[in-house]
C-alpha cells in the first residue's frame, strides 16, 4: 500500500469520527444532521481510497509486466540496458544554456 494512501485513509475515518462526536454533542437537529452528512461523506471518501488501495494492489502486479513487455517491444531490449543517446543530448543542451 501507499504510504500517503494509507495516511488519507486514516485523515479521512478521523474526521468522520470528529463529526459523530460533533452530531452527539449538538443540541440542533439541523447541525446534528449537517454533522452526520459529514461523517457520511467523510467515509465514503475513505472508502473511495480503501478502494483504489486494492485496486492499486490487485493490478500492480500486471502493469510491471505490461511495462517490461512495452519497453521491449518498442526498445528491443528491457528499457535499462538499452543506450538512448539521452546523455548526450542532456550534456549537448547544458552547453548551450
Request: net charge negative.
Amino acid at each position: 500500500m501507499l504510504q500517503t494512501l494509507e495516511s488519507e485513509i486514516c485523515e479521512c475515518y478521523r474526521h468522520a469520527a470528529e463529526c459523530t462526536r460533533s452530531a452527539a454533542q449538538s443540541r440542533d437537529s439541523l447541525t446534528k444532521q449537517d454533522f452526520l452528512d459529514m461523517e457520511r461523506r467523510w467515509l465514503f471518501l475513505a472508502r473511495g481510497y480503501e478502494f483504489a488501495d486494492r485496486l492499486w494492489d490487485f493490478a500492480e502486479p500486471s502493469n510491471r509486466r505490461n511495462r517490461k513487455r512495452i519497453q521491449e517491444v518498442a526498445f528491443g531490449a528491457p528499457f535499462g540496458l538499452v543506450d538512448h543517446g539521452l546523455a548526450e543530448t542532456e550534456c549537448e543542451y547544458a552547453e548551450l544554456v
